[in-house]
């Protein structure tokens, strides 16, 4: 399983997008991908139905389905909102859950993101 994706920052906002793939050996019922930023969140926030907020730093999401030949890959794109307006944010990715099964590269799934607030996107 890997995560690839993007993060932008710009004002208060908070753009985060990753692609979720399973590259075997088994295919998954589905994955938990953990989003934790260094700055709170604001309290309220607009989440797809997939997706929960566990506190003021942290979003869950669940991708569904994943076969083990990586044809396939799940999207989510969040649109954060920020407690204030930072210079830089540092956001985590990682999988919390993927049902008990081995990741023989683990590497590829657990992403620390810099991303100061210039609007760009910084790729993970």
Known sequence: MSHHGHVLLWGSGL???VRTENHG??????????VR???ALAERQELPQSCLQTDRWTVLCRTGTL?????EERRLALELRLA???DE??????TLWNGGATDRNPGNDDHEVLAPATGDEYVF
């Not at 050996?25 to 938990?32: D, F, K, R």
């Not at 076969?67 to 044809?71: E, I, L, P, V």
């Open 15 to 17: 753009g985060v997008r």
């Open 25 to 34: 050996p088994s295919s998954l019922a589905g994955v938990t991908v953990r």
């Open 37 to 39: 930023t260094s700055v």
């Open 67 to 71: 076969h083990a030949d990586g044809a």
């Open 84 to 86: 204030g307006r930072p």
């Open 89 to 94: 944010v540092v956001v985590r990715v990682d």
